[in-house]
């Protein structure tokens, strides 16, 4: 069993930036990679970027240049780093992780998110 929590959301001006963390907790060994989705109200859940345990990094096209994903420990994902740059009032959405345990699907453990909201 693998527990998440995201941390780091927040109020942020536009222009801004705000780094979020996904802590893994429990048997992470079968952890494939650690995506960041976003939701908004009424919209789908979105993929916003990914790391495998690998180290191999994706982004959806709107985060590319802005947005950077990382980990602390290069043998494992139990701690991962999304860095917000230059945010804007349409990246306002709750952020949540996802420990996946496979390559198909969206298979694993998610945490409860956590607010970001871009306003001045």
């Known amino acids: 069993q693998v527990r998440v929590e995201e941390s780091g959301g927040g109020l942020v001006q536009p222009g801004g930036s705000l780094r979020l963390t996904c802590l893994a907790f429990g048997d992470t060994s079968g952890i494939y990679s650690v995506d960041w989705h976003r939701q908004v109200p009424g919209k789908r859940r979105e993929l916003v970027a990914s790391i495998k345990s690998s180290g191999a990094a994706a982004y959806a096209d709107f985060a590319k240049g802005r947005f950077t994903i990382s980990r602390d420990n290069a043998a494992s994902v139990n701690t991962v780093h999304l860095q917000m740059d230059r945010l804007s009032p349409e990246d306002t959405a709750v952020y949540y992780c996802?420990?996946?345990?496979?390559?198909?699907?969206?298979?694993?453990?998610w945490g409860q998110g956590t607010q970001v909201t871009v306003s001045s």
């Open positions: 996802l420990a996946r345990i496979s390559s198909l699907g969206q298979d694993g453990y």
